[in-house]
């Protein structure tokens, strides 16, 4: 268990619809990073988050969007899902340098 | 604007034997920090090593270790007496403090797979 927890683990969906996927940090981790990895490629950085602070935007697309709340959790909407937006969801959290990652939301879009 | 460049999609190496993952990356900062992360089948993400841009000596971790050239711009990891459950694709990512946050910069992987 690395400590940063990620629900839900699985979710299928439907195109059209709009799903959240949830992020717990490391206890004492400010820094919240969601990346998106499709099948069999590199991880696209899509945001960061600081002490509830949106931080840095990578490619995130418009149909996207995240917060971080006042206990630090974090959420990750994405809303009018497409086929193309079937991936892995990794969550990871800092305090300094070097993630801790969490193992991921496995996104399926039918 | 920094890169890295992971140039062996594909790998497979021995059981036992020592396998180099190759990767280069480029940027104008002198203070960074360099990783490499395995993910397994699980597709979990695991950090296997980091390094300091301002230490000389290479870092290691038991079986794991690398040749940072920071004059070349390259930080290659090194797995020696592989096993099984090193077969994954492994990640090098680059990561700096600027503009008040770090920011990280992930290769395009190389897959490894080890041959029994």
């Known amino acids: 268990d690395s400590g940063v927890t990620q629900t839900p683990k699985h979710l299928i969906t439907a195109t059209g619809q709009r799903v959240t996927l949830r992020c717990s940090p490391r206890?004492?981790?400010?820094?919240v990073y969601w990346y998106q990895q499709s099948l069999d490629q590199g991880l696209q950085f899509l945001i960061q988050?600081?002490?509830?602070?949106?931080?840095a935007k990578g490619n995130i697309l418009e149909r996207f969007s995240a917060q971080q709340f006042p206990d630090l959790h974090s959420e990750l909407n994405l809303s009018s899902l497409e086929l193309g937006d079937s991936a892995l969801y990794f969550c990871?959290?800092?305090?300094?340098?070097?993630?801790?990652f969490g193992s991921g939301t496995r996104l399926t879009v039918v | 604007a920094q890169t890295v460049t992971q140039s062996q999609p594909e790998m497979s190496v021995q059981e036992a034997e020592t396998v180099t993952l190759s990767c280069t990356y480029d940027?104008?900062?002198?203070?960074?920090?360099l990783f490499w992360y395995k993910q397994p089948p699980s597709r979990q993400m695991i950090l296997v090593i980091r390094q300091e841009a301002y230490k000389q000596q290479n870092a290691t971790e038991n079986r794991f270790s690398v040749n940072f050239q920071k004059a070349a711009k390259s930080f290659s990891l090194k797995i020696s007496d592989s096993q099984l459950g090193d077969t994954a694709m492994y990640f090098c990512a680059f990561m700096n403090y600027a503009s008040g946050t770090y920011k990280y910069i992930f290769g395009t992987g190389t897959r490894l797979k080890v041959l029994a």
């Open positions: 940027t104008s900062e002198s203070n960074y920090y």
């Open positions: 206890s004492g981790d400010l820094s």
């Open positions: 988050y600081y002490n509830g602070e949106e931080r």
């Open positions: 990871a959290s800092s305090k300094g340098f070097g993630y801790t």
